[in-house]
């Protein structure tokens, strides 16, 4: 899964909430809410999780981004 939190805690957005193989992706925000309405420039969060098949967590990170328009 990855998400878009606002400075808050907030989310803003889900970007990925599916099963997805392994290797490498890339998954790109377009500044827009879960509503498909714009954001305000600023500090956001991005937090990715990933889980085995049987639904175990085993990977987490949390980082930051600046959304500048």
Do not use: C, P
């Amino acid at each position: 899964m990855v998400s878009i939190y606002n400075e808050t805690g907030q989310l803003v957005r889900t970007l990925v909430d599916n099963e997805m193989t392994t290797g490498q992706h890339s998954v790109r925000w377009n500044g827009r809410n879960q509503s498909g309405r714009g954001v305000a420039a600023g500090m956001y969060f991005y937090k990715m999780v990933a889980q085995n098949t049987n639904g175990e967590v085993v990977f987490t990170a949390t980082k930051r981004m600046t959304l500048v328009k």
